[in-house]
C-alpha cells in the first residue's frame, strides 16, 4: 500500500524556511544589538548578559569584537542561544502569524518584531535580572536611556528580514532553477532579433534560402 504525502514538498520547504530565517534573523539581531553596545548607543551588552545568566560565571577579555563572542568566555553560548530563538521564533512565525495574518510579508514581519519585542522584555529581561545582581529594568532601561529602543529596532530589523527569507523559502518558485532564454538575452543586447537556425540550402538551385 502507497501512502501518498501531496504536502511533503510543501512542509520541506516550510522547515527550510524557518530554519534559514530563524537563523538568518538571529544574526542579524545580534549584530545590530552588539553593533550599538560597541558604538555606545547602550550599555548593554546582549550576548555578555544572555550568556552569563546562563553560565552563571564568565571571564570577558578587553577588545571583544565580532559579535561580542570572541574573548567573551561566555559568547558562544549567547550566539547558540540567540540563533535557536530565532529559530524558535520563525516556528512561531510559521505556524501563527503567517495564518492568521493574511496579508504581505510587511505586516506579517511587523507583527513578528512585536512579538520578538515582547519576548525580549517578558522572558529575557526578567530571566536575567533574576540570575544576576546588576539590575536591568524595562527592556532593559536601567543599562542605558536608548536601550528599549535599540531592542526595538533590532527586532524590528531582524523580523522584516526572517519574514522575508521565510516568504520566499516557502514559494516553490524560489527553488526551481532560473530558465536563462540564450537567444532572447542576446536579442536585447544586440538589438538583433535572430535566432541561431543555419539557413537552409537549396542544393537544385545552389541557393541558400533565409
Not at 567573551?72 to 492568521?100: E, N, Q
Not at 536611556?145 to 524590528?156: E, H
Not at 527553488?175 to 541561431?196: H, M, R
Request: charged content about 15%; some cysteine.
Amino acid at each position: 500500500m502507497t501512502i501518498s504525502l501531496p504536502g511533503l514538498p510543501a512542509l520541506a520547504r516550510g522547515i527550510a524556511g524557518v530554519l534559514m530565517a530563524g537563523a538568518i534573523s538571529a544574526i542579524l539581531f545580534l549584530i545590530c544589538v552588539q553593533g550599538s553596545f560597541h558604538e555606545g548607543i547602550t550599555d548593554f551588552d546582549f550576548a555578555h548578559v544572555l550568556g552569563t545568566a546562563v553560565e552563571g560565571t564568565a571571564t570577558e577579555k578587553s577588545g571583544a569584537e565580532a559579535l561580542g563572542v570572541i574573548g567573551d568566555s561566555v559568547g558562544p553560548t549567547a550566539l547558540w542561544i540567540t540563533v535557536i530563538s530565532g529559530i524558535v521564533l520563525l516556528a512561531f512565525h510559521a505556524l501563527v502569524i503567517v495564518r492568521l495574518v493574511h496579508r504581505s510579508w510587511i505586516v506579517q514581519g511587523l507583527a513578528l518584531a512585536v512579538v520578538m519585542f515582547l519576548a525580549i522584555g517578558l522572558i529575557f529581561i526578567p530571566y536575567a535580572d533574576a540570575h544576576l545582581d546588576t539590575p536591568m529594568g524595562p527592556w532593559g532601561a536601567d543599562q542605558g536611556g536608548w536601550t528599549p529602543i535599540v531592542f526595538a529596532g533590532s527586532s524590528l530589523i531582524a523580523s522584516l528580514v526572517g519574514a522575508r527569507c521565510y516568504d520566499l523559502a516557502e514559494r516553490a518558485s524560489w527553488w526551481e532553477p532560473e530558465k536563462v532564454a540564450v537567444d532572447e538575452q542576446l536579442a536585447e543586447l544586440t538589438g538583433v532579433d535572430e535566432s541561431f537556425e543555419l539557413p537552409e540550402q537549396d542544393t537544385e538551385r545552389g541557393v541558400i534560402r533565409p
